[in-house]
């Protein structure tokens, strides 16, 4: 049996270009999310993009970093034969699968994040109130468009600890 000499090029370039896609460190990954996210930082970053790290993960939120500690990341490559990217992510205050569709369409599924609730704090200064505690979200799934307006959700919220101060007066809840 003969291979053809063009047949064994093509599968040489097409094995260089998997070699190359399936070992893209994951520097190439945070660089992009760092232009999608500006309010995102990622340190210490190693892996590839498929499966990556990064020893801390933050976002600035009113001027106010949101500390996430290590994130791990895994990219679902069988799910970009269906035109969406999902990516499952894990984190001490945030976890959950996260997938975009080539129409825009953005997915989170079995989502769990943990904030304090003082960030809410700058949206009420204007009234002269202020919120303490943890927040803790958990969502089932849900379905927004990129302008954030909402498609679907179900899940639950929690406020532990929730202490609402306005007009020098304080409100444990």
């Keep these: 049996m003969k291979i053809s000499k063009s047949w064994a090029i093509s599968a040489l370039v097409v094995y260089f270009l998997y070699l190359v896609v399936a070992a893209a460190p994951a520097t190439l990954l945070s660089g992009l999310l760092s232009k999608m996210v500006p309010n995102l930082s990622l340190s210490s970053v ?32 069988l799910k970009l034969f269906t035109l ?40 009420l200064r204007d009234a002269g109130a202020s919120v303490d505690g943890t927040l803790f979200l958990q969502l089932d799934n849900a379905t927004f468009a990129n302008n954030l307006q909402l498609d679907a959700l179900k899940g639950r919220a929690n406020w532990a600890g929730a202490k609402v101060s306005a007009n020098g007066m304080a409100f444990a809840l």
């Design 46 to 77: 190693s892996g590839t993009i498929w499966p990556g790290r990064a020893l801390g993960a933050s976002v600035n939120v009113q001027g106010t970093p949101l500390n996430f500690g290590p994130m791990d990341w895994s990219i679902n490559l």
């Design 84 to 123: 969406k990217g999902c990516a499952d992510i894990n984190s001490e205050k945030l976890s959950g699968g996260f997938c975009r569709t080539v129409a825009g369409t953005n997915q989170v599924n079995k989502f769990k994040l943990e904030v304090p609730a003082a960030l809410a704090s700058a949206f």
